[in-house]
């Protein structure tokens, strides 16, 4: 048993001396250098490696950004959709409502004024042919924009003043005392020029509202009593004839002048009003503001 334990001992000392013989000349064939340029290349890899993937992290965080970014984009172009419904139906509504009104207006029962004013309007339009036009069924003056004051303005002009002066005479006299007035302005459907008159008349509707009240405060001015006074404006909504594809139509730019009898009196056969839902400035026109840059 001991000579067999000692034989194995020599056969495992004879296979590592054979190992070590095998291994020992391969282990020579590697040189230093070699060894330093396979240390620089795993080192530069690895550099790589690492630059890699920080990249990798950068480009991941811009993404991330982007992608935050374009949500908010999103919800934003949402946001102004439901805004513009929302203002399409509000300005859907308030054209029904001017339409009706204007329907109102074209197909009321109007009441003759009595002789002696309707006589002396008849002769202030017959005075001033250019500037004035009377129609006597409606109990309406019509005055011309472009002869009452200057484009895109709402200042009255000098050579307008002389024809409200005598306008303000009729009102103010005993024939004329009872009946309430009420001064409505008309543009064309040019766009404002936002560099010029939009700075003082952002819309059309703005324009012939302002120019309503200019005629209110000459009148006023002149004599007649405020309380008998009312200014408004349609915009470009209430044209007379077809707006021309530039927008540019003088007869639609216009200030009408109606005389009513109070509510209440007994000589009123029905009362009819002017579009007082338009008084003041509705920026809600600005909507429909379409056709070139022009100065107005």
């Known amino acids: 048993m001991s000579n067999t334990t000692g034989i194995w001992r020599l056969v495992r000392r004879a296979g590592a001396g054979l190992f070590l013989a095998a291994v020992l000349p391969l282990g020579g064939c590697v040189t230093q250098g070699d060894w330093d340029n396979l240390y620089a290349n795993n080192r530069s890899l690895k550099d790589s490696l690492t630059r890699a993937e ?17 949500a908010r984009e999103q919800q934003a172009a949402l ?35 009595d002789p002696e004013t309707d006589l002396m309007l008849r002769e202030l339009a017959d005075r001033y042919p250019d500037l004035i036009i009377y129609d006597a069924d409606r109990g309406r003056l019509r005055f011309a924009s472009d002869l009452t004051f200057d484009s895109g303005s709402d200042v009255v002009k000098d050579s307008a003043k002389q024809s409200l002066r005598a306008l303000a005479g009729i009102l103010t006299s005993s024939s004329a005392s009872g009946y309430e007035v009420h001064i409505v ?31 209110w405060s000459e009148l006023v001015s002149m004599g007649v009593p405020a309380r008998k006074l009312e200014a408004a404006g349609w915009g470009e909504f209430r044209p007379i004839v077809p707006n021309s594809p530039s927008g540019n139509t003088p007869q639609n730019r216009r200030v009408e002048i109606y005389f009513t009898r109070p509510k209440g009196d007994s000589m009123m056969g029905s009362e009819v009003t002017a579009p007082a839902m338009n008084r003041g400035a509705n920026d809600r026109g600005r909507a429909l503001d379409r056709g070139p840059d022009i100065t107005k």
Do not use: W
């Open 185 to 215: 302005g008309h543009t064309d459907s040019q766009r404002i020029n936002p560099s010029t008159t939009g700075r003082r008349h952002p819309t059309n509707m703005h324009l012939s509202c302002h120019r309503a009240i200019s005629v």
């Open 79 to 113: 946001d102004l959709r439901n805004q513009v419904n929302t203002l399409t139906g509000m300005l859907d509504q308030a054209q029904a409502r001017l339409a009706a009104l204007g329907e109102k207006l074209n197909t009321a029962s109007f009441t003759a004024l």
């Open 54 to 70: 920080q990249e990798r992290d950068e480009y991941r965080t811009a993404a991330e950004l982007l992608r935050q970014q374009l």
